[in-house]
């Protein structure tokens, strides 16, 4: 399977149920730049936007969230100073969850953004993801 963005073939993942295709954030970054794909993804971590919405999953999907620990996370997004690796996301909120478990959650983010842009309002955008 092939999604197009900016004009160029970028290769995606097919989840189990087949239905619906999704775009790989790891093919993106590696389109982006190909000789550092991981500074790519940590720059989208820093992004407040990117942490919330990575909260409310958590928040819904996983009853030993630690909300203490988002909430710092959160207030520091986007400062120069902050960073954050999906492994440090992992030991943080979801010391359960393996690598699989979080590429899914990164194609959901792609997902939410594309039902942002259809102005989708947050409660019927939680109900399609």
Do not use: C, H
């Amino acid at each position: 399977m092939k999604n197009r963005a900016a004009g160029k073939a970028i290769s995606g993942v097919m989840p189990p149920d087949q239905q619906n295709d999704y775009i790989s954030l790891t093919d993106l970054a590696k389109y982006r730049n190909s000789d550092d794909p991981a500074g790519v993804i940590a720059n989208w971590m820093r992004n407040r936007n990117t942490i919330e919405f990575l909260g409310l999953w958590e928040e819904l999907n996983n009853p030993n969230f630690n909300l203490l620990e988002f909430e710092e996370f959160k207030y520091s997004a986007g400062e120069n100073t902050f960073t954050l690796s999906p492994q440090k996301w992992i030991a943080s909120m979801r010391d359960f969850a393996s690598v699989e478990q979080f590429i899914i959650l990164v194609n959901l983010e792609s997902m939410n953004a594309d039902l942002i842009r259809q102005r989708l309002p947050p409660q019927d955008r939680i109900q399609k993801l």
